[in-house]
């Protein structure tokens, strides 16, 4: 395990591609996942990207308090509703801003052995696992942000 370090927006346009679906569940995969969650924890983030450690595939780590998730090519499949919050981004420190997410949303995605799996979230698991997925996309919330709240109070996001 080791942390990796975490790009920042406008140093590398990694963070902007397209990441690639995985297809190899190997132990490649499974140190990718194992430094992510080290990397997101030693950064007090509640999520990570792997195209944030500067690595174009689609594996996502969250941990919004109730314990690390891994999810490896996820999609997400159905979402309800809407709400406006404050997020920030580990690869765009010091900052935060609003957007407007689902407040529910049917995720499905594969594990680290490459188990399918289905999870429902809401609230900021919801909001968390919608950001980390635009991230494979080259998505970051700035692009959908309403409005910048850097200098208001601070709320929990990731
Ligand atoms: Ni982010």
């Not at 370090?5 to 297809?23: F, N, Q």
């Not at 891994?70 to 900052?95: D, F, H, K, M, T």
């Not at 999870?119 to 698991?125: D, I, V």
Request: aromatic share 2%; glycine share 10%; hydrophobic share 40%.
């Amino acid at each position: 395990m080791a942390i990796r370090r975490i790009m920042v927006l406008g140093e590398d346009d990694v963070l902007r591609k397209h990441a690639r679906r995985v297809d190899k569940f190997d132990k490649r995969l499974r140190t990718l996942l194992d430094d992510m969650a080290d990397t997101m924890y030693k950064a007090d983030g509640v999520g990570l990207a792997a195209p944030q450690v500067g690595v174009l595939r689609r594996a996502v780590v969250i941990d919004v308090g109730d314990g690390l998730i891994e999810l490896v090519n996820p999609q997400i499949v159905a979402s309800e509703g809407a709400v406006v919050g404050a997020e920030g981004c580990l690869s765009v420190p010091g900052r935060r801003g609003t957007v407007e997410r689902p407040e529910r949303v049917t995720v499905t995605a594969q594990n680290r052995d490459g188990r399918a799996m289905q999870l429902e979230a809401e609230g900021l698991l919801a909001v968390a696992m919608c950001h980390e997925i635009d991230h494979l996309d080259g998505v970051l919330y700035v692009d959908k942000m309403i409005e910048d709240v850097t200098d208001q109070d601070d709320e929990d996001g990731e």
